[in-house]
T-cell receptor
Framework: QKEVEQNSGPLSVPEGAIASLNCTYS??????FFWYRQYSGKSPELIMF????GDKEDGRFTAQLNKASQYVSLLIRDSQPSDSATYLC???????????FGKGTRLSVIA | DGGITQSPKYLFRKEGQNVTLSCEQN?????MYWYRQDPGQGLRLIYY???????QKGDIAEGYSVSREKKESFPLTVTSAQKNPTAFYLC???????????FGPGTRLTVL
């Protein structure tokens, strides 16, 4: 099983809808989870992180974590065409080691 | 203005040449990382350093070398031993060896 898995997409949603992006991870000991957004040809930028079970909201973004089921999701409310990008999920490896990145989900918001 | 800089933005290399990619940060971060991104492959870790004068191999270190002589700098050399070096190279840093990483703008390397 891959360490971090994401559906590659593309996920297409109409403008104003809620986009739901999902990520599953294999290491039950993972304690922190990160979402990055990457526009085409650009470098990733951090948009959310979550450490505790439940929801964390930041503006139009909500991260949801379910450690028992080993998944983390990102909801984008009122999706805009400017949200069209690839969204990367990242999880630390065990111990004091760097993040492992999923391959990303490509989101397309249709005006 | 704090951040991570990478240079050059675009780099062209002939087969058999070594090239060095620059990465500098003024965020006072202890840890620095190099990733490679190919289409559809996600980010793959090449090398990382959690402290000056120390670094570890990542998942795809073969054909690459690094140094960490200063806290601010973590250059990556792509050697002629790297068989398929054409890719987008990303440098990142973090406060410590765990936690969120912040990325530089990247260097796109093309082998001619």
């Amino acid at each position: 099983q891959k360490e971090v898995e994401q559906n590659s997409g593309p996920l297409s949603v109409p403008e104003g809808a809620i986009a739901s992006l999902n990520c599953t991870y294999s290491d039950r000991g993972s304690q922190s989870f990160f979402w990055y957004r990457q526009y085409s040809g650009k470098s990733p930028e951090l948009i959310m992180f979550i450490y505790s079970n439940g929801d964390k909201e930041d503006g139009r973004f909500t991260a949801q974590l379910n450690k028992a089921s080993q998944y983390v999701s990102l909801l984008i409310r009122d999706s805009q065409p400017s949200d069209s990008a690839t969204y990367l999920c990242a999880v630390p490896r065990t111990g004091n080691t760097p993040l492992v990145f999923g391959k990303g989900t490509r989101l397309s918001v249709i005006a | 203005d704090g951040g991570i800089t990478q240079s050059p933005k675009y780099l062209f290399r002939k087969e058999g040449q070594n090239v060095t990619l620059s990465c500098e940060q003024n965020l006072n971060h202890d840890a620095m990382y190099w990733y490679r991104q190919d289409p559809g492959q996600g980010l793959r870790l090449i090398y990382y350093s959690q402290i000056v004068n120390d670094f570890q191999k990542g998942d795809i270190a073969e054909g690459y070398s690094v140094s960490r002589e200063k806290k601010e700098s973590f250059p990556l050399t792509v050697t002629s031993a790297q068989k398929n070096p054409t890719a987008f190279y990303l440098c990142a840093s973090s406060v410590t060896g765990v936690g969120e990483q912040f990325f530089g703008p990247g260097t796109r390397l093309t082998v001619l």
